[in-house]
């Protein structure tokens, strides 16, 4: 059966079969099917990257290592797919990843994904002390990041550090976002700091 699917997204003949071949593909829920969606995020297709991501996070913790493997260093549009897919799987094993994105990637789709998949990270898959660890690191990235030249990318930092509030570090986190707010020149991540202050 998968062989089928995968054969049938290898063939599509246009971009309207390809995005029907990978919703197929995607539903059939196979771990073999893994690489040929990863594949797929780099066919400049955004039909089709959202089917493979979504089959990718359906799959979940078994995908992230092949994600990480196969992670595009050369296609920025490949890779703000594939640390999409990362960042809804949200495990801790896709933590290095995601913070070299969020701090450094030159494309602002990566950096954005990045900052926001920090953030959810399901920190119950950690022991105590390796949580306590990954957690001040993912802190400190996000501070970093709330400071990026783009506002989209600030703002993702924001919802990344509310996230983070909700299991750690909440007054180091509200204190660090009131400063925030009196520097922050972009109206839109002005009023998402003032959102998180106010859940938090």
């Known amino acids: 059966m998968p062989e089928s699917l995968i054969q049938a997204v290898e063939q599509a003949s246009s971009s309207e079969e390809l995005v029907e071949a990978v919703w197929a593909l995607s539903r059939s829920q196979s771990e073999q099917a893994i690489p040929t969606l990863i594949k797929v995020l780099g066919f400049n297709n955004p039909g089709a990257a959202v089917a493979a991501v979504e089959g990718l996070v359906q799959l979940g913790d078994v995908a992230v290592p092949i994600l990480i493997r196969d992670l ?42 990045a900052a926001k998949g920090l953030g959810d990270l399901r920190w119950e ?12 690191q993912v802190l400190e990235t996000l501070k970093t990041v709330a400071t990026d ?3 989209i990318v600030r703002y993702a930092a ?43």
Not at 75 to 93: C, E, N
Not at 125 to 136: H, V
Not at 164 to 172: I, T
Not at 183 to 190: F, V
Request: glycine content about 4%; hydrophobic content about 40%; overall charge negative.
């Open 125 to 136: 898959q950690l022991s105590p002390e390796k949580r306590e660890t990954a957690q001040k």
């Open 158 to 200: 924001i919802v990344g550090l509310e996230s983070l509030a909700h299991h750690a570090f909440a007054d180091e986190i509200q204190h660090f976002l009131a400063q925030r707010e009196q520097k922050e020149p972009d109206l839109t991540a002005r009023s998402r700091i003032r959102l998180a202050i106010k859940e938090n």
């Open 149 to 151: 030249e783009e506002w």
């Open 72 to 113: 595009d260093g050369y296609d920025y549009g490949a890779r703000a797919w594939a640390i999409r897919a990362l960042s809804r799987i949200a495990h801790p094993q896709a933590l290095e990843i995601l913070t070299d994105a969020a701090k450094s990637d030159f494309a602002l789709s990566v950096r954005r994904a």
